[in-house]
């Protein structure tokens, strides 16, 4: 028997859930909550609070949330680098940051051909260094969660910062609001969400998947349709499943798109990461609380 917060569409779910894994709030207090990123040498997750212009940080050795950076320009999404450094999206600063070992927090991008980034909002890493994000305008639309101010791109792209060069290329410019990444586990694809619905009335609310060239990207076709909402922030497990966030909870997408399983949350969900030990535990950002539960398969122990 499997708990209530496990919903089936499929028996393939049977194999990837353990029925005795309850649904778990490790901690509640935010606004809107985003960017889970785990640090497996110190056994701790960072994410972002982003109204609250803040990142918190919750320990896994004493189930502790205390505050890590504030104020932290309006972080949204953060990821790991192979070298084990923090990189984060600002919708305030309208950049992407690097934390250097020393505590140094460094600017890797800010301007595209000269003109200013929107607002970065998702970041993975590939293991060549190359950091890949996307930048809608959601942090300047609002005081709330940034600045209001106009766009000097006039578009919202997704980009590559060359890990050599630091140059800032453009790989995808057709999307209306690209939102979460995520590689497959052999970084062969790059899945990336568009919820342009929430600009453009029967606008986009799906994820596309992209064949990984080397500094480009091909192909772009639709993965898949969220039925619920939005797919924000996702990940990949070992077997290339995405654990994707939605209006009612994390949806379950098997390699071919299809639905297989969802676990319900009592709230709207932002973003997913896998973390743990064992890495076999996905931490889920809902709306105002920090959920977490185990799973019988684990992600991949890399930034994306």
């Not at 595209?112 to 300047?140: C, E, H, K, M």
């Not at 071919?256 to 064992?278: D, Q, S, T, Y």
Request: hydrophobic residues 35%; negative net charge; contains cysteine.
């Amino acid at each position: 028997m499997y708990l209530p917060h496990l919903v089936f569409e499929d028996r393939a779910f049977g194999a990837l859930v353990l029925p005795n894994c309850r649904l778990e709030a490790l901690w509640t207090g935010a606004r809107w909550i985003e960017g889970p990123a785990w640090f497996p040498a110190g056994r701790y997750l960072l994410f972002s609070d982003i109204p609250e212009d803040r990142m918190m940080r919750y320990d896994d050795t004493d189930g502790s949330v205390s505050v890590f950076r504030s104020p932290s320009q309006h972080s949204n999404g953060n990821t790991r680098d192979p070298q084990g450094r923090l990189v984060s999206c600002h919708h305030l600063g309208r950049c992407v940051t690097r934390t250097e070992f020393d505590g140094t927090v460094r600017v890797i991008a800010d301007r595209f051909q000269g003109r200013r980034l929107n607002s970065p909002n998702d970041v993975v890493v590939s293991s060549d260094g190359a950091v890949w994000f996307t930048d809608p305008t959601y942090g300047i639309d609002m005081d709330y969660e940034g600045q209001r101010a106009e766009s000097e791109i006039g578009a919202s792209h997704v980009y590559r910062i060359d890990p050599d060069s630091g140059d800032v290329a453009a790989v995808a410019t057709d999307f209306v609001k690209p939102n979460g990444l995520a590689f497959s586990p052999d970084e062969s694809l790059l899945y990336i969400a568009d919820t342009g619905a929430s600009h453009v009335e029967g606008g986009p609310r799906h994820i596309r998947r992209f064949r990984v060239r080397g500094d480009r990207l091909q192909g772009g076709e639709v993965f898949a349709e969220c039925s619920n909402g939005f797919f924000d922030g996702f990940r990949c497990d070992r077997l290339g499943n995405l654990w994707c966030s939605s209006a009612e909870g994390v949806h379950c997408l098997n390699p071919e798109g299809a639905l297989i399983g969802r676990i319900m949350v009592p709230e709207v969900v932002a973003n997913v990461c896998f973390g743990g030990p064992k890495m076999n535990r996905l931490f889920i950002a809902g709306s105002t609380t920090l959920y977490a539960t185990f799973l019988n398969v684990s992600g991949l122990n890399v930034s994306g």
